[in-house]
């Protein structure tokens, strides 16, 4: 597909239905190793609606990287390696276990560029979700697709260098059954997170750790250190890919405006948000 073709998809739109189950929760408490976790009692916790809404594609409908084949809401992309680079959220209401929600999709954008790993397509999403019809999360969302590595080479990015001290530090490791589990609780079939013959297939070293994982680490990063805060908006980026092959830390700095937080491998930064609390 060319950029006209893809500047047809932007405006498109598709609303889902959903209701949030008490069972996902319950099992991320389980992987984040809690007796009693630290959100508040019968809400969801900020970032478990990833749980909700997950791809119902058929088996025989699955790519073989683990997706669902391309099309449907989505444009038809024809680069093979998709991944979530970020998202900027706004926590407007809490949502409650057992309650019926909502989520309207629209594409705001498809750019295609190239780089220095080849072509690739930057795909720009918002979500709006509903919560027994009271708007509760906007969700911004980034997804890149990228060419294939060519052989011999990493699919590896450069990392930023860690800049700076961490007032809240814990160390994370990273082990294939967590992947499986975090893969279960969002039903993502992705290969990088389990299969690491098909990881390594695709340039990287081990499997991967999922950039939501990440992302959740890090909001839990949070709540540990300030249990019960209500969430009011969350902005995270990827930098860098994390692996099964090496701990890593999970790092948090005060600001007047924010809480700065931040996972990090040997000094080096992977990923970085923004976080905004009552």
């Known amino acids: ?165 961490s007032a809240f530090t814990r160390s994370v490791t990273p082990d294939p059954v967590q992947l499986f589990r975090y893969s279960a609780l969002t039903f993502n079939g992705h290969r990088i997170h389990y299969d690491r013959d098909y990881a390594r297939e695709e340039g990287y070293p081990g499997l991967v750790v999922h950039g939501p994982l990440i992302a959740t680490l890090l909001m839990d990063h949070f709540l540990r250190h300030k249990p019960g805060a209500r969430v009011t908006k969350f902005d995270i980026r990827l930098q860098a890919p994390l692996f099964d092959t090496a701990p890593f830390d999970l790092c948090l700095a005060e600001t007047a405006e924010c809480i700065d937080l931040w996972s990090a491998k040997a000094g080096q930064i992977s990923a970085s948000a923004k976080l905004q609390f009552v």
């Open 1 to 165: 597909m060319d950029a006209a073709a893809y500047k047809a998809w932007i405006g498109r739109s598709e609303t889902l239905s959903d209701v949030v189950a008490a069972a996902p929760i319950a099992g991320l408490a389980a992987l984040l190793d809690y007796p009693s976790p630290p959100w508040l009692a019968g809400e969801a916790p900020p970032l478990s609606h990833w749980f909700n809404f997950v791809p119902q594609a058929r088996q025989s409908d699955i790519d073989l990287d683990g997706h669902p084949k391309r099309g449907g809401f989505l444009p038809p992309i024809d680069l093979p390696r998709r991944m979530w680079a970020g998202s900027r959220l706004s926590f407007h209401a809490p949502i409650r276990i057992g309650d019926k929600v909502e989520r309207c999709s629209t594409i705001l954008d498809v750019t295609p560029k190239s780089g220095a790993s080849g072509a690739l397509v930057f795909l720009k999403l918002h979500h709006e979700i509903s919560a027994g019809g009271t708007l509760a999360i906007t969700e911004e969302q980034d997804i890149v697709y990228r060419e294939a590595p060519k052989p011999g080479t990493s699919a590896l990015a450069p990392a930023e260098p860690k800049i700076r001290a």
